[in-house]
């Protein structure tokens, strides 16, 4: 690359070469191709980070592989592979749509509910039950009653500060 000395296409020059270079957004162990990180960056107007993510398509949550839920997005992207079980790394034993559950979603989910290990089902209404089953409750009806916040599905933030797809 020529690097020419004038102030302004030296700058010109040098953003130009950052968007070249090809991003690394991995969903659910499948690198999502440019095109689609720029196609979901303009369709919700936000910035995808680059890095290795989980995301439960059911209920829209997601999270960086090997830890907990970070945040909920629009649900139903077809986003990356199937997710995983060990997607978090969890060993609690309580599952839900198939990922099993970090100890701090467990946690967190323990101040508005009891939680008892198992296999679960969980929509982005809230709505969940045994797997197979059927409706059990409400998770944000049973988060408002026992007077906890709930985190949107198309909430504007995440617990990290960053902006989600999906938000305002």
């Known amino acids: ?3 020419l000395t004038l102030g302004f296409l030296a700058i010109v020059l040098t953003i130009g070469v950052a968007h070249a270079q090809p991003r690394n957004v991995i969903v659910n162990g499948v690198r999502l191709t ?8 303009n369709q919700y107007g936000v910035r995808i980070h680059d890095g290795d993510y989980w995301y439960d ?10 830890g907990p839920t970070v945040g909920f997005i629009v ?7 199937a997710l995983r079980r060990d997607a978090s790394n ?16 467990v946690s967190r989910l323990q101040q508005v509910t009891p939680v008892y290990r198992g296999s679960y089902w969980m929509d982005a209404s809230g709505n969940f039950g045994l797997l197979g089953g059927p409706l059990m409750g409400n998770l944000w009806a049973l988060s408002q ?5 709930r985190e949107g599905i198309l909430s504007t933030y995440d617990k990290t500060g960053a902006v989600v797809i999906g938000g305002r």
């Open 145 to 149: 009653r026992s007077g906890g916040r």
């Open 75 to 81: 649900p139903g992207l077809a986003l990356g592979g």
């Open 90 to 105: 969890g060993n609690t034993g309580v599952v839900i749509n198939g990922r099993e559950l970090h100890w701090l979603d």
């Open 57 to 66: 398509g059911r209920v829209g949550a997601w999270g960086f592989r090997g």
């Open 34 to 41: 440019d095109g689609q990180v720029a196609s979901l960056q």
């Open 1 to 3: 690359m020529k690097i």
